[in-house]
Structure formats: structure tokens, C-alpha cells
């Protein structure tokens, strides 16, 4: 099993920037994927960003590209999500994901093995 603990979720304006933690536990030496989905309200769970924790290959869904980045702290098990530009499009509960393939820049939230608890962002125009 792995437990992961987000942290950084706020109430932001347009243009700002905001960075996430997930800080993941327990059976780390397994994990071999992390990244973020986000979930507004109304709709489904999305693919934001991803990283291999070997190499450290990232991918991210178009709609964050130049604005996002994803890395990681393997010493420290810990994923952050640096997001600069914010637009209140970006408004949505982010979760931090563990253990799921990544194919391109897309990843199905029905395949992701474990799951955060999910920190909000919401962004004002």
C-alpha cells in the first residue's frame, strides 16, 4: 500500500502561481509513476501531469503545457506540481496519483492504483 498526502491547495486570483506537494508513504520502493488529476464540479476526473519515477519522463495535458511543471523529490518521495498562470478554468479539486501508466501526454484516472484526498484550488478572475 501507499499513502499520499497532498498539501498546497488555496484561493487564488487570475496570473498567480501556486505549487503542490504530495508526499507519498508506505510501500514507496514500488512506485514507478505520480502525477496530478484534477476534478471540477460536475465533471470527471482529468489528467493535469505526470512523472516516471525512473528517468523522470514527465507529460501533460495540453490545456496546462508552459504553465505546469511537474518534478519530484525521489529521495523524498514527494511530487510537486508548480502552477504559474493561473486561470479560473484551473478551479478544481487536485489530486495527487500513484502507480498508473502514462501513454503521450494522457493518463485515465481508472487506472490509477492510489489516490490523495484531494486539495482545493480555486482561482477568481
Known amino acids: 500500500q501507499v499513502q499520499l498526502v497532498e498539501s498546497g491547495g488555496g484561493l487564488l486570483q487570475a496570473g498567480d502561481s501556486l505549487r503542490l506537494s504530495c508526499a507519498a508513504s508506505?510501500?514507496?520502493?514500488?512506485?514507478?509513476?505520480m502525477g496530478w488529476f484534477r476534478q471540477a464540479p460536475g465533471k470527471e476526473r482529468d489528467f493535469v501531469a505526470g512523472?516516471?519515477?525512473?528517468?523522470?519522463?514527465?507529460a501533460y495535458t495540453n490545456s496546462v503545457k508552459g504553465r505546469f511543471t511537474i518534478s519530484s523529490d525521489n529521495a523524498k518521495n514527494t511530487v510537486y506540481l508548480q502552477m504559474n498562470g493561473l486561470k479560473p478554468e484551473d478551479t478544481a479539486v487536485y489530486y495527487c496519483?500513484?502507480?498508473?501508466?502514462?501513454?503521450?501526454?494522457?493518463?485515465?484516472?481508472?487506472?490509477?492504483?492510489?489516490w490523495g484526498q484531494g486539495t482545493q484550488v480555486t482561482v477568481s478572475s
Open positions: 496519483a500513484a502507480q498508473f501508466p502514462i501513454r503521450g501526454s494522457a493518463a485515465a484516472a481508472t487506472q490509477v492504483m492510489y
Open positions: 512523472i516516471t519515477w525512473i528517468g523522470g519522463s514527465t
Open positions: 508506505g510501500r514507496t520502493s514500488s512506485i514507478y509513476s
